[in-house]
């Protein structure tokens, strides 16, 4: 039948696979078997019966309809990869919450960073395994989604950072810093060469330069008076007041430490999200 080949076009589950299946994961073998329908079983049914009607006079009619049907099947694969990008930006807005406001860092007493934080690793591995399903399971959706779900996620953290929250001391935004660079040296290997997520990118880079600069500048002034916070961060910087330049460079140091310690469990989102058949 049409919807078997489909299915088989896909490479979707079936039978008893198929039920365990997530809500999220079915929207998008949906969207597969549609596009599948839509990009080469209907145009194939079309050239299968054309040439016989031709000769009839119904070959113009059989191209209205077939381009008729294609819409149709095109406005469904929309409302439903919609859907599921609901869905997921929903999840990582979560993790984005957990990031930022309720993992239970006291960010306004924050020391600076020795380590990523677990909130900030459980953020790159919901978007690593978005980008890993939609790779099994709706390849023709990847781009598309992924940019756009990226998208929200970078300029939303942007937009925390630029109105000045979570407020935090000089190590806390340290520690933001630190995480936001995570999140886009990962965010980099997913994007496919997107100017749109370069752009939002550059944009969450700036935002967190500048709260870094304004906290280095705030422990330099609290230096004088003795403050803890000030302290903590020259201790960190191994003595002296530091400066922005250098605490990035050491922040890049420690990201590129974290990149390497969060290879393997990464890797393994890859197999979780692979297909079911």
Known sequence: SLAAEAASAAGAPRGAAAATLSPSRRLLVLCANLAAVRGRLLPAQYARWAALLQAGGGGRELQAAAAAAAAELEAVETRLAAAYIDRKQAVLDEAMEQLLFADGTAWEAAPPPVALRPAALDL????VAVQAELAAVAPSLLAEALEELLLGTLDGFTQVLSQGVPPA?????????????????????????????????????????????????????????GEEAAEQLAAWADGGQPTAAACRLRLEAMCEKAQAGARASLAPLQQLAAPRR
């Not at 790159?124 to 978007?127: E, G, L, T």
């Not at 880079?205 to 008076?225: H, K, M, P, S, T």
């Open 124 to 127: 790159v591995h919901a978007v």
């Open 169 to 225: 001391s000089p190590g806390g935004v340290l520690q933001l810093w630190l995480e936001a660079a995570f999140l886009l040296a990962a965010v980099g290997g997913l994007g496919g060469g997107s100017e749109v997520l370069a752009a939002a990118g550059r944009r969450l880079r700036a935002a967190a330069d500048a709260r870094l600069e304004a906290a280095v500048a705030a422990a330099a002034a609290g230096a004088a008076a």
